[in-house]
């Protein structure tokens, strides 16, 4: 069955210093991955996703994450954090075909704390 | 463009009282649509999904039951109510595009805190 985990439940970095955070699923097939940011109360919004290609993929306010394969891992970085990027932030994995409702599988997400 | 809305945003309710969340999807046509719940300081549970009117998929037991009388409709409802049932419930849609349908991101509402009492 398909799974996502994120090792790290909360991380705290200084503003302006780089960001990464760590995601590894497992999935048989070539997976379909994204990551969402949640702010407190909020919905989730898509930051980027990776289909195929180019095994670097670049998303909205800064974020980019890294496809590897062979660590089966998809993480997420930005070189310098800003005081907004404070947030929960989700990745996940595409499972099933879409006869069986293409859901998304979640990680438990990392809380990101930004340090003035 | 797509919108989606859910109402309402914040519920307080008794232990034991029945439950009606309601989701609606505009600007699309026949989106898959889900239910996910978030509970404090823990990841997202999905429980239910859509495929088309009238198909409801449960993912895990519960308490709670889900409805899809329209096509851009999704609704959560339970009889009576539990504690365990507190938590931040989120409706998501996706579209549908032919030979991609599961590499599609899900757009999600902005959710309901619900606290039962």
């Known amino acids: 069955a398909q799974s996502v985990t994120q090792p790290d439940i909360h991380i705290t970095v200084s503003e302006g210093a780089s960001l990464e955070l760590r995601c590894n699923y497992s999935?048989?097939?070539?997976?379909?991955l994204f990551w969402y940011v949640q702010s407190p109360g909020q919905g989730l919004q898509l930051l980027l996703k990776?289909?195929?290609?180019?095994?670097l993929v670049q998303g909205i306010k800064g974020f980019e994450a890294e496809f590897k394969r062979s660590q089966s891992s998809f993480n997420l970085r930005k070189p310098s954090v800003h005081w907004s990027d404070a947030a929960e932030y989700f990745c996940?994995?595409?499972?099933?075909?879409?006869?069986?409702?293409?859901?998304?599988?979640f990680g438990q997400g990392t809380e990101l704390s930004v340090k003035p | 463009s797509q919108t989606i809305h859910q109402w309402p945003a914040t519920l307080v309710q008794p232990v034991g009282s029945p439950l009606s969340l309601e989701c609606t999807v505009e600007?699309?046509?026949?989106?898959?649509l889900y239910w996910y719940r978030q509970a404090a300081g823990r990841g997202l549970q999905l429980l239910f999904y859509?495929?088309?009117?009238?198909?409801i998929s449960s993912e895990v037991p519960q308490n709670l039951s889900a409805s899809r009388p329209q096509d851009r409709q999704f609704i959560l409802s339970s009889k009576k109510l539990l504690l365990s049932d507190s938590g931040f419930y989120l409706c998501?849609?996706?579209?549908?595009?032919?030979?991609?349908?599961?590499?599609?991101?899900?757009?999600f509402g902005n959710g309901t805190r619900l606290t039962v009492t």
């Open positions: 859509s495929v088309g009117i009238g198909q």
């Open positions: 990776y289909f195929s290609g180019d095994t």
């Open positions: 996940a994995v595409a499972s099933g075909r879409e006869n069986q409702g293409g859901k998304l599988i």
């Open positions: 600007g699309t046509s026949n989106p898959n």
């Open positions: 998501a849609w996706r579209g549908r595009a032919r030979g991609t349908g599961y590499n599609s991101p899900l757009h």
């Open positions: 999935y048989g097939a070539t997976p379909y």
